[in-house]
């Protein structure tokens, strides 16, 4: 479970990739905040990379064939005189109201006196349709997993519970909301249920 955690936080930090690559950046760099590939660094951003830097795989899927591609976390970098800034997305105590006013908006939900709060009712209402879009495909891939024996309901309220909590948290850290505040190990006790690569 603590494990769990620690790479929602990691996503949290790597959101702009896809969930595969996010586990693989994860299971070869659990630090790593922000990634990007040699190219990105040294002549985007006028960095440069330190010498002996290890790239982090990520699985290329975008030809004909797989292959590998390399990406570099920002401690592997260093500035140049004309390196360009670095501006990493925060969430604004300031801008709190006028988040809390766009989600609402955006969503057709009431608004809530707290961001925290907020979060906490998009996160559920984007796992409910996540959930209801693909319970279907999700059936066909518990075999041999610890859902496989669940009946119907129960894997929906196993696949809805576990994403709702993991989305509220990455959301919540996302936006330095403290996530442990709300919650607790024991909400992502389901995690063991999903044992299998498919179902991961």
């Given amino acids: 479970v603590n494990e769990w955690c620690l790479f929602l936080k990691s996503q949290a930090k790597l959101y702009k990739y896809p969930y595969a690559d996010q586990l693989m950046i994860y299971a070869q760099r659990s630090d ?3 990634c ?6 040294t002549q985007t951003m006028n960095r440069y990379i330190h010498k002996g830097a290890k790239g982090i795989g ?7 064939a797989p292959k ?11 500035e140049r005189y004309n390196s360009k800034a670095i501006n990493e997305w925060k969430c604004n105590p300031d801008a709190e ?5 766009a989600l ?10 707290n961001l ?3 979060l906490f009712k998009v996160c559920r209402r984007e796992a409910r349709q996540y959930c209801q879009d693909f319970m279907r495909d999700f059936n066909y891939i518990v075999d041999d997993s610890f859902l496989e024996d669940y009946d119907n309901d129960n894997r929906y309220k196993a696949l809805y519970t576990l994403a709702r909590n993991s989305i509220t948290y990455v959301a919540m850290e996302r936006c330095d909301l403290n996530p442990e505040s709300w919650l607790s190990p024991e909400d992502f006790m389901g995690v063991f249920d ?7």
Avoid: C, H
């Fill in 36 to 41: 990007l590939t040699f190219d990105d660094w």
């Fill in 104 to 113: 609402g908006s955006f969503y057709g939900i009431d608004r809530t006196e």
């Fill in 116 to 118: 925290d709060e907020m």
């Fill in 97 to 101: 109201n006028d988040v809390i006013e």
């Fill in 194 to 200: 999903f044992n299998t690569p498919d179902v991961i």
């Fill in 58 to 64: 990520l699985v290329d899927y975008s030809g004909d």
């Fill in 68 to 78: 590998m591609k390399y990406v570099f976390d920002i401690s592997d970098t260093s």
């Fill in 32 to 34: 790593a905040s922000l």
